[in-house]
């Protein structure tokens, strides 16, 4: 039986909060799928017209690519962090509104980039809803991490400088979107290599910090 002292508050229980965290992230994920353009009756008459239409819509699936493995990996670090959390802080569910609705709102977004990738407008859309989601996630960190609720403080500090330079790095591509048009669309795969980067800078000082500390 469970002690009453070390019940969380009502409302702020870890495991509730992340399952339905978890429900959020899957139905944005699968609205992904539901905003792909569907062949008409006309596209589905033979093997040309399907191939047309697949061509004249390829941006719609790598759209919907993008975003699943963007939302995918903002869930999977999510994941990681309510793992490590003893209990949630005001804070954190504070912050967990804008992260879900961003995620849950990210579809729209997609849908519309995919259809006029080339409008400057839509890039700015995707990419600046993407960078407010990460914004999000980087603050529920923080706030966790500010609460003392982490067993691993240092592992989470380099989650936030991720979550950080992905969220400047989308909200650059925002920006320059405007004069770069379609072509600063193709700069978004290499988020990864944001985060690759980030985690090597990271490491860095922190071997630095630590060797400062030694010597002194």
Request: glycine share 6%; no cysteine.
């Amino acid at each position: 039986m469970v002690n009453p002292a070390e019940r969380a508050e009502p409302g702020y229980s870890p495991e509730r909060l992340a399952f339905f965290s978890d429900a959020v992230f899957a139905i944005a994920m699968t609205l992904l799928a539901v905003e792909i353009e569907r062949p008409t009756k006309d596209d589905l008459a033979d093997s040309a017209a399907l191939l047309s239409f697949f061509n004249e819509n390829a941006g719609s699936f790598v759209a919907f690519v993008l975003a699943f493995f963007l939302l995918w990996g903002v869930q999977r670090r999510h994941h990681t962090l309510m793992d490590r959390v003893s209990g949630v802080s005001k804070q954190m569910a504070m912050w967990h509104a804008p992260l879900l609705f961003f995620a849950a709102f990210l579809p729209y977004p997609t849908a519309i980039i995919g259809s006029k990738v080339g409008n400057p407008v839509a890039i700015a859309f995707f990419a600046g809803t993407e960078a407010a989601l990460l914004a999000s996630e980087a603050m529920l960190k923080r706030a966790a991490v500010r609460a003392g609720l982490v067993d691993e403080p240092a592992i989470i500090h380099r989650g936030i400088a991720i979550s950080a330079s992905l969220a400047a790095f989308f909200l650059l591509t925002a920006i320059l979107g405007f004069w770069l048009s379609s072509a600063i669309a193709w700069t978004w795969p290499f988020a990864p290599f944001v985060v690759t980067l980030t985690s090597r800078i990271w490491a860095r000082v922190q071997a630095r910090a630590g060797s400062g500390a030694a010597a002194a």
